[in-house]
């Protein structure tokens, strides 16, 4: 797939992400789609406020614009 954003890394986390889950994932350092990359699933969803809907959405916007999360 090709990328859809104009500057590579630099990807927004998707809008309606609910508070917990952002205050986790800033908690983390996780601020682009891409930082969610070098995460990966596993650590995602073991994250404190990370619900499998907000894995969903995340999934879904890394689809949009061409990024895989992996398994790890």
């Known amino acids: 797939m090709t990328r859809k954003t ?23 350092g996780v601020e682009t789609l891409e930082h969610l990359v070098e995460l990966g699933r596993r650590r995602l969803a073991g994250m404190p406020g990370v619900c499998p809907r907000t894995v969903a959405q995340l999934q879904d916007a890394m689809d949009e614009h061409g990024l895989e999360l992996p398994a790890g």
């Open 6 to 28: 104009t500057k590579p890394g630099c990807t927004p986390l998707p809008a309606g992400l609910d508070a917990p889950a952002r205050k986790s994932l800033a908690h983390a």
